[in-house]
């Protein structure tokens, strides 16, 4: 049976979900080994952390140069092991490392490379939405190893007790990969909400909120939810450029996206559309994102969402 290739993703030494929802689709087509990337020392513990899913093993790879180097050490190592294993696909995390990995591996290995996709099937062609969610392509890599990037939460993931054997490799990172030295980085904070590109589920604030994002935060903290923002608001300095969704921003693909106070632009909704499930809350009737909604309400978002967050509390006791 074919090999495929997944890049585990960590946070805080921890597989995150999208790990899983790539190890999902992965098994799809093939064996699923997972690549775990790791400063000396970190290796066996993150490898534990992948006890679910359909992972048939997890191959460790140790080395320091993952520090020094960044990007380009870890592209190298995985070329490497392309280079080894020969599977058929590598399958990463579409956000902003596992990009410019995918970008990186492609190069070395002379292979295609699909960014941004929805879903892949067992024959290795994968769904894109491009065009501002205009257009759906169903493409594939018709060159060397198909290198695909996932988009996080498009993808149940299988986390069923998996059993996977685990490798330890050794790798020399080459010279070439050693052209650019980080020399200091910042590991992102993670505050009392979900990831944004990871939440199941997101409110988000526009133009509508003038800045004031309290009942959007209100409300998202009573579902449990992250909290976005459109560009709008970000270049208004109302919200982190962090929280940004959209073509520019983040993309995000929820179980439900709530969009407060947001006209629709289609950089906005580039970003969204493909979430399962759209509420859309906002005062003008005419607003394009209506047309994405499957439930809207027509209001002021900063009487419906006070209502809407004391309803939450009070099912929730």
Known sequence: MSTVFILADFFEGKATKVTFELATAAARIGDVAAIVLAPIGQGAARAKTLTNGPITSIIVV???DFQDYGVSACADAITQLISQKSPVALLVASNAFGKEIAANVAVKTNSGVITDAVDIDSNLTATQVIFGGSATVHS??????SIVTLRPNCITPDLTLSSATIENIALTISASAKKATV???QAPVKGGRPELTE????VSGGRGTNGDFVAVEAFADSLGAAVGASRAATDAGWYPHS?????TGKTVSPQLYVACGISGAIQHRAGMQTSKAIIVINKDTEAPIFELADFGVIGDLFSVLPAATEGVNARKS
């Open 183 to 185: 020399k200091s980085s």
């Open 243 to 247: 929280h940004q969704v959209g073509q």
């Open 62 to 64: 140790e080395n320091s």
């Open 199 to 202: 939440a199941n589920i997101v």
């Open 140 to 145: 594939k890599v018709s060159q060397g190893t």
